[in-house]
C-alpha cells in the first residue's frame, strides 16, 4: 500500500541530492525508518501474527487443469 505525505518540492529533491551522495535513496531510507518505527510501536504478539497471516497469503501457483492444455491427438 503507497501512502503519501505532504512535503515541498524543494526539500524532497534536497534530500535525494543529499542520499544520493551518501550513496541512499529516499525511498531506501523511508522504507528503513518506517520498519524502525513499525517495531518501536507494533507489539510483538501483533507483529507475529501479521508475519503468520501474510505467510499464509503468499500466492499461489494455479493447478493444470485435469485436461490440460494438451493439443496432442
Known amino acids: 500500500m503507497k501512502k503519501t505525505i505532504?512535503?515541498?518540492e524543494e526539500?524532497?529533491?534536497a534530500l535525494e541530492m543529499y542520499l544520493a551522495q551518501k550513496g541512499s535513496t529516499l525511498d531506501a531510507e523511508l522504507t528503513k525508518h518506517a520498519e524502525h518505527?513499525?517495531?518501536k510501536i507494533v507489539?510483538?504478539?501483533?507483529?507475529d501474527y501479521i508475519e503468520m497471516t501474510a505467510s499464509r497469503r503468499?500466492?499461489?501457483?494455479?493447478?493444470?487443469s485435469p485436461?490440460?492444455?494438451n493439443d496432442e491427438v
Do not use: F, I
Open 6 to 8: 505532504d512535503v515541498s
Open 11 to 13: 526539500k524532497v529533491a
Open 58 to 64: 503468499t500466492p499461489r501457483k494455479p493447478k493444470p
Open 67 to 69: 485436461g490440460g492444455d
Open 37 to 39: 518505527l513499525y517495531a
Open 43 to 47: 507489539p510483538q504478539n501483533v507483529r
